[in-house]
């Protein structure tokens, strides 16, 4: 079946480093590739998506392409603030089925 | 709209009562999902519905776990009897699933956290 597998975490940077997040994934067919974000209390927002191969998704400094020879979604971010400190889910959805799986999630924290 | 509205927030239990949790989704949309979160195993799919049918329960962990969705504006998870292994926080999610893929994101309630003692 079709699975996610994130970096493992904790990611602990400092202020303005760069990050990248290595997101893999299986899957059958043709799937939409995204990145949540879970802030602390809060439910899962969407990040940015990509729904095809080579397409690249942006949102607040984040980017991310979908490589399909790769079958990679890496999260990047040139320069993080403190306020980026979350949790970031990697997820695939099905386009066969509608099912969306997610990755196990991965801790940033980010120094002053 | 207001968004996945899910109920209640939190909900304390004893070992052995019946829990049930509410989802409302977002209007139109025609997949729901329940999920729950914990620190040990991440964020698992328990089932998912289309037009609110379920599609697959192979995440339910057990038979103590039903899930039921009786018209497109309602679901419900519920766990009978509840154990302390089952605290977690559930999520709801909803979306639809557009022409072309496009409109594939899905909208994710404030949860519900559990624990059960």
């Known amino acids: 079946g079709n699975s996610v597998t994130q970096m493992e975490g904790p990611v602990t940077l400092s202020e303005e480093a760069f990050l990248t997040i290595n997101c893999t994934y299986t899957a059958t067919g043709y799937p939409s590739l995204f990145w949540y974000v879970q802030y602390p209390g809060e439910g899962l927002q969407l990040l940015l998506k990509?729904?095809?191969?080579?397409d690249k998704g942006s949102n607040k400094g984040f980017e991310a392409t979908y490589r399909k020879e790769t079958t990679s979604f890496h999260l990047e971010k040139g320069s993080v603030q403190v306020s980026d400190s979350a949790v970031y889910f990697c997820a695939l959805r099905s386009s066969n089925t509608g099912k969306l799986i997610f990755g196990q999630g991965t801790t940033l924290q980010v120094k002053p | 709209d207001a968004g996945v509205i899910q109920s209640p927030r939190h909900e304390v239990t004893e070992m052995g009562q019946e829990v049930t949790l509410r989802c409302k989704p977002i209007s139109g949309h025609d997949y729901l999902f329940w999920y729950r979160q914990t620190m040990m195993r991440g964020l698992e799919l328990l089932i998912y519905f289309n037009n609110n049918v379920p599609i697959d329960d192979s995440g339910m962990p057990e038979d103590r776990f039903s899930a039921k969705m009786p018209n497109a504006s309602f679901s419900t998870l519920k766990i009978q009897p509840s154990e302390p292994r089952d605290s977690a926080v559930y999520f709801c999610a909803s979306s639809s699933l557009g022409q072309g893929a496009t409109d594939t994101e899905a909208f994710f309630g404030q949860g519900t956290r559990l624990t059960v003692v």
């Open positions: 990509a729904t095809k191969a080579d």
